[in-house]
Each structure stands twice: as C-alpha cells, then as structure tokens.
C-alpha cells in the first residue's frame, strides 16, 4: 500500500512561486510514475505534470509548460512541483497521484481515474 504525503500550496501573488512537495509512503516499488493534478471548483480535474521515477522523464500540460516543473529527490524519496509565473488561472486544489499513465497527462483529464494512489490535496491560491 502507497500512502502520498503532499507539503507546500498555500498563497501566492501573480507571477509568484510556489512549491509542492510530495512523499510516498509505504512499497513505492509499483510507483514508476508520480502526477500532479488540479482540480479547481466547478470544472474537472485535469492533469499538470507528470514524471517517471526512473529515468526522470517528465510531462507537462500545456498550460503549464514553461512554468512549472516537476521533479525528483531519490536520496529524500520525494517528487516535486515548482511553479513559477504563477497566474490567478492556476488556482485549484492539488493532488499528488501514483502509479499512472505518466504520459497521459496531456489528455484532457490526464487519464486521472487509472491512477491507482492518491494524496489529500493542497489548496493553492493565486490572487493580488
């Protein structure tokens, strides 16, 4: 059993940065592919980034590309999500996910239902 531990979220201005952070728990064996998704109130959740823990290859939708990236720690176990430029659009909730369709991300949705382990979510605010 996976357990996702996600950190970091919160407020931030346009233009800003923010990062989240999120640890999993447990047997990570089955988790070759970590996600980050959002889901903002009133619309679907809908894929972000997305990484192969080995490897690092990395996937990003396109309203992110060039903003955000996401990233890996092995000596922590951790995956990451930087976001900078930071829009009021980017507003939502953030989920950690694992054990996915890693490049599936760019699809509307991200292909969410097959990940197999989800974290508790983060809220992430951007407002002047």
């Known amino acids: 059993q996976v357990q996702l531990v996600e950190s970091g979220g919160g407020s931030g201005q346009p233009g800003g940065s923010l990062r989240l952070s999120c640890e999993p728990t447990g047997s990570t064996a089955s988790s070759y592919c970590m996600s980050w998704f959002r889901q903002a109130p009133g619309k679907e959740r809908e894929g972000v980034a997305a990484?192969?823990?080995?490897?690092?290859?990395?996937f990003y939708t396109d309203s992110v590309k060039g903003r955000f990236t996401i990233s890996q720690d092995n000596t922590k176990n951790t995956v990451y999500l930087q976001m900078n430029s930071l829009k009021p659009t980017d507003t939502a909730m953030y989920y950690c996910?694992?054990?996915?369709?890693?490049?599936?991300?760019?699809?509307?949705?991200?292909?969410?239902?097959?990940?197999?382990?989800w974290g508790q979510g983060t809220q992430v605010t951007v407002s002047s």
């Open positions: 990484i192969y823990r080995r490897g690092g290859s990395a």
């Open positions: 996910a694992a054990d996915g369709p890693c490049a599936a991300i760019t699809t509307p949705g991200g292909s969410w239902p097959d990940y197999r382990y």
